[in-house]
Nanobody
Framework: QVRLVESGGGLVQAGDSLRLSCSFL????????MAWFRQAPGNERQFLAT????????NYAAAVKGRFTISRDNAKNTLYLQMNSLKPEDTAVYYC????????????????WGQGTQVTVSS
C-alpha cells in the first residue's frame, strides 16, 4: 500500500551500535502502526518491535528488549531502530513494515514491507 525504504545497515563488530531508518513514502504516516523484523539465512522472519500510531506505545521481542529501541519522527515520515550492544546472532536482513488497520495490527498482519537492509555483526 505504501513504499518503505530501509537504510543504515552495515558491517560492525560485536558490541557496536547501529541506527536503522525506514522512510515512509506515502501520506498519513502518523496514522500507521509500524514494526521492525529481521530474517537471517536459513531462518524464518523474526518479529523485533512495534510502535503504535502517533506517539503510541512500543513492544519488543525478548531477544532484543533492553538493547534495541524503536522510535518514529512523524514530521520526517521516518521510523528508526536504534541497536546497541550488537551480537553476531543479530546478523540478518532487517525489514520495516506498516499497517493502518487496527485489526491487522492486533493480528500481526503487516500490509506494507520494505526491501530490507543488511546488518552483519562480526565477533
Amino acid at each position: 500500500q505504501v513504499r518503505l525504504v530501509e537504510s543504515g545497515g552495515g558491517l560492525v563488530q560485536a558490541g557496536d551500535s547501529l541506527r536503522l531508518s525506514c522512510s515512509f513514502l506515502g501520506p498519513t504516516f502518523s496514522l500507521y502502526a509500524m514494526a521492525w523484523f529481521r530474517q537471517a539465512p536459513g531462518n524464518e522472519r523474526q518479529f523485533l518491535a512495534t510502535i503504535a500510531p502517533g506517539s503510541g506505545g512500543t513492544n519488543y521481542a525478548a531477544a532484543v528488549k533492553g538493547r534495541f529501541t524503536i522510535s518514529r519522527d512523524n514530521a520526517k515520515n521516518t521510523l528508526y531502530l536504534q541497536m546497541n550492544s550488537l551480537k553476531p546472532e543479530d546478523t540478518a536482513v532487517y525489514y520495516c513494515a506498516a499497517t493502518d488497520s487496527l485489526q491487522d495490527f492486533l493480528t500481526s498482519k503487516w500490509n506494507s514491507w520494505g526491501q530490507g537492509t543488511q546488518v552483519t555483526v562480526s565477533s
